[in-house]
């Protein structure tokens, strides 16, 4: 083996070390959570954690349900503002906007993602929670608070991803569509959207993962009351903040609750990371 | 004498600065295969553009002068240019089926009319797929991905799409540049079968396609129309010296 080879070898054994090492920190994270997670819910039943609507963890009562129906009301709403308005944007950037225009206006929504996301909440508890408790009833610390907050917070993602993939339509369809007398909007809506629309939908799961991880600013305008909302304006605590607010003092089964929930968290974004890759290696492969 | 049924005067067309068509004159007549050759670069291609104001989508074009579609001057304040390009079908170079199915394809426009009357698409289909000569290949699987077709399909039901649109001229912009041999033979077919509903122009690269199909023959260079006339004369006794050069491939 000459020098050069042997020097090949090293550099490709260090890199391998290197890119296992990250893998495997994902991997012992996901050993934790499960190690500390499952006994109990094994211990419990894993109806009770799914389908028990109490949270009273003093009186060894683990019901998750609340938390779960939470997180998917605050996302669900989140999807509800975030994509129309994302893609309304992307839209407009990439088929109607002068080219100077998305070069300003792209980088600035990026911008968002930048933000701390305690900022948002504080932003929200400053001006949404009361815009809504005097507007709408209620204690404005609500799922509409949150959802308002976590739509804009998921704009970035859903917009970039978006724009990406309508950019990716080749030109050729629309000018076809223009030849055959359709407009710009009917070229948009019947030809550009439907052959960008496996990007799109992955930039929408991954805006949902992002929503439904997010801790911060949910715990900040949500109210945080483990009890299934009766309403968009009553207050709701999700699967994220159960755990963020109660991990500094748990202890015992209350803190093998906690991973419990977390455990349960985790699934839900594995589902959905899936769900993205999926589609996007579909939207390639064509 | 024919009927005229287009009349180009004193065209020019300018892509910011530079001037990409200059002081065209010519006329097609209807129900003849008008084929337009010259080397790249020529104004071809930009010339069949403005006719049905494709041109428009490009940032910094503007023209000069006159073109006179069936009587009414397409640059006009009060044209509908969407139904302008009904009127003139477009074929482009690389087929573009849209990624919808093969009958979505060629009712892709008519349902843009608003018609949505299944019978009468189902008839609208059979019977542009037939004028394409595509039908008997794809009869079976109409309802299958348009993007599967080969690529002589492909241009065939490019062809056949605009043909649903019932226009009265047809616009080829290379058709069979990216074709083996015995695809382009069927288009020229189709063509020619064509010509009897419909008039065409055909832009080409290759000389000798012009030679087997059109009636008459304009030569474009640089911007010029160099000359235009019966494809027999322009081939056998070129009236000027850049033609003959260009034909006998001098240069291109």
Known sequence: MTRLEKNDRLVRLGLLMIALSAISVLAIITLFIFEQGTPIMFRYGFKSFLLGQDWYPSEKSFGLLPMIVGSLMVTFGALIIGVPLGLASAIFLTEFSHRRLTRILKPVIELLAGIPSVVYGFIGLMFLVPFIRDNFGGPGLSVLAASLILGIMILPTVISIAIDSIRAVPDSYREGSIALGATRWQTVRMVVLPAARSGIIAGIILGMGRAIGETMAVIMVAGNAADIPGSILAPVRTLTSNIALEMAYASGEHREALFATGVILFIIIMILNTIANVTSTRQRKK | ?252
């Open chain 2, 1 to 252: 004498m024919k009927q005229r049924g287009i009349l180009v005067r004193d065209f020019s067309h300018y892509y910011g600065e530079n001037r990409s068509l200059n002081n065209i004159n010519l006329d097609v007549y209807r129900n003849e295969i008008l084929g337009i050759i010259g080397p790249a670069r020529s104004g071809k291609s930009t010339f069949l553009a403005c006719l049905n104001r494709l041109n428009d989508l490009i940032p910094g074009s503007r023209v000069e002068g006159k073109i006179v579609v069936d009587d009414q001057d397409i640059y006009g304040p009060e044209v509908d240019v969407v139904a302008l390009r009904r009127k003139l079908g477009m074929v482009f170079a690389t087929p573009v089926p849209l990624p919808l199915t093969i009958y979505e394809n060629i009712v892709f426009g008519v349902r843009l009319l608003g018609k949505n009357n299944r019978p009468e698409l189902d008839e609208i289909v059979e019977d542009s797929l037939e004028k394409a000569g595509l039908w008997a290949e794809v009869k079976d699987r109409l309802h299958t991905s348009a993007l599967k077709l080969s690529g002589g399909q492909q241009q065939r039901l490019c062809i056949a799409r605009v043909l649903a649109l019932k226009p009265q001229y047809i616009m080829l912009d290379e058709p069979t540049s990216g074709l083996d041999p015995i695809s382009t033979m069927k288009i020229e077919d189709s063509l020619r079968t064509l010509k009897k509903d419909y008039t065409i122009i055909l832009v080409t690269n290759n000389t000798k396609q012009a030679a087997r199909v059109a009636d008459r023959t304009a030569f474009f260079l640089m911007g010029e129309l160099v000359e235009i006339d019966e494809t027999r004369v322009v081939f056998t006794r070129p009236s000027d010296k850049r033609t003959e050069a260009y034909l006998e491939g001098k240069f291109g």
